[in-house]
């Protein structure tokens, strides 16, 4: 089974940038659609992005060209550039194979 373990989040003002990394671990990588999750306080986990195995992408319109997605198979990582932030945008970011179990997750926290 698979595990992911999410890094690079952080405090950061508005209008700032962050790069969210997503490590596998195990085989099966390469063969797996990826996305990112986030969970803002009381409220619901949200698919915010998601790359499929050929590299097409999808994004929800609350991060539409701000957020870019991009996977690097022969390190068995996906990535999640994060630009113009904003405050709400403040969550904890998951990523997931869609399957798999969640990982712990990283904070991200937009303020001034």
């Known amino acids: 089974q698979v595990q992911f373990v999410e890094s690079g989040g952080g405090l950061v003002q508005p209008g700032g940038s962050l790069r969210l990394s997503c490590a596998a671990s195990?085989?099966?990588?390469?063969?797996?659609?990826m996305g990112w999750y986030r969970q803002a306080p009381g409220k619901q986990r949200e698919l915010i992005a998601s790359i499929t195995t050929t590299g097409n992408t999808y994004y929800a319109d609350s991060v539409k060209g701000r957020f870019t997605l991009s996977r690097d198979n022969a390190k068995n990582t996906m990535y999640l550039q994060m630009n113009s932030l904003k405050p709400g945008d403040t969550a904890v970011y998951y990523c997931?194979?869609?399957?798999?179990?969640w990982g712990q997750g990283t904070q991200v926290t937009v303020s001034s």
């Open positions: 997931t194979d869609f399957r798999g179990p």
């Open positions: 195990g085989s099966g990588f390469s063969s797996s659609n």
